[in-house]
């Protein structure tokens, strides 16, 4: 496709279960980010990946949280026996250079809107 | 203290006026400057760029960086009613991976 695909577009879950949620970042593109947005505010970073290898997991808020992307393609991130404070909108963002390089462009995904409930 | 502050609004302005949005930052390593456009429902957009001080115009649009005051803005000359979004402003350190946004102001143009 031509842009950041998530999936899914939504998800309700029921607190204690487990999420995954897909992102198929544009192709060829190096770098891959997760952000999640809660409503009114600005995206917050979780993690990111430069080809398959994780290179920064500083912004995930707790060990039930995790990511990961073997092939340097797709990712997955992984919440673990949700809970209602981690309803929010999960975005994916791509660009075509290693994370921390100078005029890094980042193309964000339209996000999966997680309801724990 | 946040690291970005922005002003949420909202906006709103006639159509045809001149638009100034505005962050302020606290980390002075910041050398990365952005400004990302989202409209409802929809991902953000990268508007603009900015390395290190001084302005930029792309079109309607001119974005300003004055690193000596912490201050970066972007202006929308003759704003239009397709203009109507929320504006992000994004910024990073010169070799850092985490990118650090704004709340978002959100701006309406009237027609």
């Known amino acids: 496709g031509a842009g950041v695909s998530q999936s899914p577009r939504y998800k309700v879950t029921k607190r204690g279960q487990d999420v995954a949620l897909r992102c198929d970042p544009i192709?060829?593109?190096?770098?891959l980010y997760w952000y999640r947005q809660a409503l009114g505010q600005g995206p917050e970073f979780l993690t990111y990946?430069?080809?398959?290898?994780?290179?920064?997991k500083s912004g995930l808020p707790n060990d039930r949280f995790s990511a990961e992307r073997p092939e340097g393609s797709i990712s997955t991130l992984t919440i673990q026996r949700t809970e209602q404070r981690d309803s929010a909108m999960y975005r994916c963002?791509?660009?075509?250079?290693?994370?921390?390089?100078?005029?890094?462009?980042?193309?964000f995904g339209s996000g999966t809107q997680l309801s724990v409930l | 203290q946040k690291e970005v502050e922005q002003d949420p609004g909202p906006l709103s302005v006639p159509e045809g006026a001149i638009v100034s949005l505005n962050c302020t930052y606290s980390n002075s390593a910041f050398q990365y400057f952005m400004w990302y456009r989202q409209y409802s429902r929809k991902g953000p957009e990268l508007l603009m760029y900015?390395?290190?001080?001084g302005n930029k115009e792309d079109g309607r649009f001119t974005a300003q960086v004055d690193k000596s005051s912490k201050y970066i803005s972007l202006f929308i000359r003759d704003s239009q009613p397709s203009d109507s979004a929320t504006y992000l402003c994004?910024?990073?350190?010169?070799?850092?991976?985490?990118?650090?946004f704004g709340t978002g102001t959100s701006l309406t143009v009237i027609p």
């Open positions: 900015t390395y290190s001080s």
């Open positions: 990946f430069n080809y398959e290898a994780q290179q920064d």
């Open positions: 192709s060829g593109h190096v770098s």
């Open positions: 994004a910024m990073s350190p010169n070799t850092g991976n985490q990118f650090y």
């Open positions: 963002a791509s660009s075509p250079r290693r994370g921390g390089t100078v005029n890094e462009k980042l193309f």
